[in-house]
């Protein structure tokens, strides 16, 4: 038997060297073997580490915390709808003549289970909407799926609206993931240094002292050092770099170009980042996902309810309606995920999944048709398009970022279906989206890698957006007091569709080396010409945490790994303040409280 051993800074760099020996034992542990004798010691913990390491099956579980704020109000011609609004003002409604009931969409419309099953009228007869089937009702609204990154895409559309540099316009900016990020240039003067003032729609990730590349040349060169960051404002730091001005001519005030990080300016070609919008693959079935409420737990936001008394509503039924609630669920999936067979984006053994969400609106409160017919699905972005459209705030009505309203915003592929039901004269149609299959492909964030950090950087999430289903002038759906004149860029609600489990870390230490002086060499290094050696980053086995407390530790049981997570879903409401939430995490105990 041969024996090895290897130093821990060459297994991990951040693993400590401790020394190691060998007692050579002298006694004879030989034994003939008897014939039919199945007897043998087991190490009950390292064969637990061996099956754990060798595992490859992953059944991922989840609990959503759904926090939402209610606040676009609409009225419908459809009496199903009309009769299960939420009115806020109902004595004002009522007392018009003939009345006008404008009012909000219950919870139920955005909830994951849906609780309305026992609604004379629009879940039960007679003349309901639809026919309630229970076994549906974590599925009408939305659907849950288990996806991974596999492909990067440098070459889609991504479009946006800065904000003008006083004294400026600017337009939309549409561009590839490939040439980098964009930039508006602004001149300043910020305590006491002229500087020159890049502000980025997405985090720039840069330090101090790091170069960027520019797509134009000034004084001879496209390299510049970075000085600092942030121009004053909120957060402006992640968003916003500075160059020292030394008197460059070139740089004009409302400037728009694009730049590229440069991590190591000796070495500029080769540690030059790359930019691309991640894809992602769908793994599973929605019947593959199964949704409960979490048990025991309420938040502190509630549900609000509210009674209705039968003299001022429409069908003259009294009646209790929840306009918002914050709840709790469990996500769990019936089906094993095989991660040997797959590679992530950068041909790596894939270290993620990923939590998708799919909205379907099954009810057919969402999806309107635009001004030639066509029915608007379900859209697409990333963060910066948000915001409301910074060149439109002098209007009483500011209005959508314009990449809404483009063709572009469309998510590929996606299946739509509609049904039609008809009260009198009008027939009202409600479209709705299919179930997502296996293997469809969907973008992601908008990322950066370096070959040099060997390291990708998440610079802009994706959100998908929904609106309300109009419908048509004499057979009005749902329409809301904020769309008078958006039919093709309504106002509505955003959410983000994904949200990561790791299933392994990668070590935060850049490992380097060639096969001849450090141990197992990934299939995934990269190799610097310049430097003459392999570059990686190693991939922590299962239950090793480092002394910088990357690592995973999930349970391992009959087979497979359990990674589990807490999420916050929230739905926005266009026009909203946004600030993005993040889980609470529990305080460091050292002993020393």
């Not at 002298?26 to 043998?40: C, G, M, S, T």
């Not at 926005?572 to 460091?588: A, C, F």
Request: aromatic residues 16%; glycine residues 6%; negative net charge.
């Amino acid at each position: 038997m041969t024996t090895r051993i290897i130093k821990g800074s060459l297994r991990y760099k951040s693993s400590p060297d401790v020394d190691s020996s060998i007692d050579i034992n002298l006694e004879n542990k030989q034994k003939e073997q008897i014939e039919n004798d199945r007897n043998v010691n087991i190490d009950k913990q390292i064969l637990f580490d061996e099956e754990r390491q060798r595992s490859t099956l992953f059944r991922p579980s989840a609990k959503l915390t759904f926090v939402f704020r209610n606040i676009l109000t609409g009225s419908t011609d459809y009496t199903p709808f009309r009769n299960n609004l939420y009115f806020e003002d109902f004595e004002a409604n009522a007392s018009l003549f003939p009345p006008v009931y404008v009012g909000y969409p219950q919870f139920s419309e955005f909830d994951f289970i849906r609780t309305d099953v026992n609604v004379p009228g629009y879940t039960q007869p007679p003349n309901e909407h639809i026919k309630f089937i229970s076994q549906s009702a974590s599925s009408y609204n939305w659907g849950m799926y288990i996806s991974y990154v596999y492909l990067n895409d440098n070459t889609s559309k991504i479009q946006y609206t800065p904000e003008p540099v006083p004294g400026t316009t600017t337009t939309s900016v549409s561009w590839s993931p490939s040439q980098g990020i964009p930039y508006v240039i602004k001149n300043l003067n910020f305590e006491g240094e002229n500087l020159i003032s890049f502000r980025c729609p997405v985090k720039h990730n840069l330090n101090v002292g790091d170069y960027v590349k520019l797509n134009i040349v000034i004084g001879g060169t496209n390299y510049f050092q970075i000085y600092s960051f942030g121009d004053g404002g909120y957060n402006s730091e992640f968003y916003v770099f500075n160059i020292l001005n030394f008197g460059f001519a070139g740089f004009v005030d409302g400037d728009q170009g694009f730049f590229k990080r440069i991590a190591n300016i000796d070495n500029p070609i080769e540690s030059e980042s790359q930019y691309y919008v991640r894809k992602h693959k769908i793994l599973t079935q929605l019947t593959d996902s199964q949704v409960n409420k979490a048990g025991f737990e309420n938040l502190i936001y509630g549900t609000k309810f509210f009674f209705e008394t039968s003299a001022l509503t429409p069908d003259n039924q009294s009646k209790s309606v929840s306009k918002e609630s914050s709840q709790s669920y469990t996500v769990n999936f019936s089906k094993d995920i095989d991660i040997r067979p797959l590679l992530d984006n950068q041909k790596r053994p894939i270290s993620e999944l990923y939590l998708t969400i799919f909205h379907r609106g099954y009810f057919g409160w969402f999806y309107p048709r635009s001004t030639n017919g066509t029915q608007i699905p379900l859209k697409q972005g990333l963060e910066f398009n948000l915001f409301l459209n910074p060149n439109t705030l002098a209007l009483s009505t500011p209005l959508p970022d314009s990449w809404w309203g483009t063709t572009l915003s469309n998510i590929p592929n996606m299946v739509t279906n509609s049904y039609t039901r008809t009260i009198g004269l009008n027939t009202f149609t409600f479209n709705y989206s299919e179930p997502i299959p296996v293997g469809f492909i969907f973008d992601g964030d908008f990322c950066e890698w370096n070959n040099y950090d060997q390291q990708e950087y998440v610079l802009s999430d994706r959100y998908h957006k929904i609106s309300y289903n109009r419908g048509t002038p004499t057979a009005k759906i749902f329409e809301t007091t904020q769309n008078t004149l958006l039919w093709n860029n309504p106002y509505g609600f955003y959410y983000k569709p994904l949200y990561k489990f790791t299933l392994r870390d990668y070590s935060p230490y850049v490992e380097e080396g060639d096969k001849n002086n450090a141990d197992q060499v990934p299939n995934y290094a990269f190799y610097s010409p310049i430097n003459e050696a392999f570059r990686w980053r190693d991939l922590y086995t299962y239950g090793y945490i480092d002394s910088e407390g990357v690592g995973v530790d999930y349970p391992f049981l009959n087979g497979s790994h359990y990674p589990y997570e807490n999420f916050i879903f929230r739905l926005i409401p266009e026009g909203s303040n946004y600030q993005n939430l993040g889980i609470i995490t529990d305080p460091t105990i050292d002993g020393c409280e």
